[in-house]
């Protein structure tokens, strides 16, 4: 028994964490501006929004893969 709740623990470091509260996260560290300097996508860059850029990153794996790598290394 123990063993099968082992198993079913994931190794993913954002298992459960939502994007929105990733970017979320990242705004509140880093603000627009410097999010969008080491992100560069437009949708950090020119009239930014949560809205917006939970749109573009839900859509486009690669940006969220950047923004997923820059929350774990911020939270390191």
Same mark, same amino acid.
């Given at each position: 028994? *123990? *063993? %099968?709740?082992?198993? %079913? =623990?994931? %190794? ?6 939502? !994007?929105?509260? =990733?970017?979320? /996260?990242? &705004?509140?560290? /880093?603000? +627009? #501006? *410097?999010?969008?300097? @080491?992100? &560069? =996508?437009?949708? $950090? ?10 749109? $573009? !990153? @839900? @859509?486009?794996? +690669?940006?969220?893969? #950047?923004?997923? &790598?820059? /929350? !774990? *290394?911020? @939270?390191?």
């Amino acid at each position: 028994m *123990e *063993e %099968n709740k082992q198993q %079913n =623990i994931s %190794n993913d470091p954002l298992h459960c964490v939502k !994007l929105a509260d =990733i970017v979320q /996260y990242l &705004q509140a560290v /880093y603000g +627009w #501006k *410097e999010l969008g300097e @080491r992100i &560069q =996508i437009r949708c $950090f860059q020119f009239d930014p929004s949560i809205k917006s850029s939970l749109k $573009f !990153l @839900r @859509r486009t794996p +690669w940006a969220r893969e #950047k923004v997923e &790598q820059l /929350y !774990l *290394e911020s @939270r390191q």
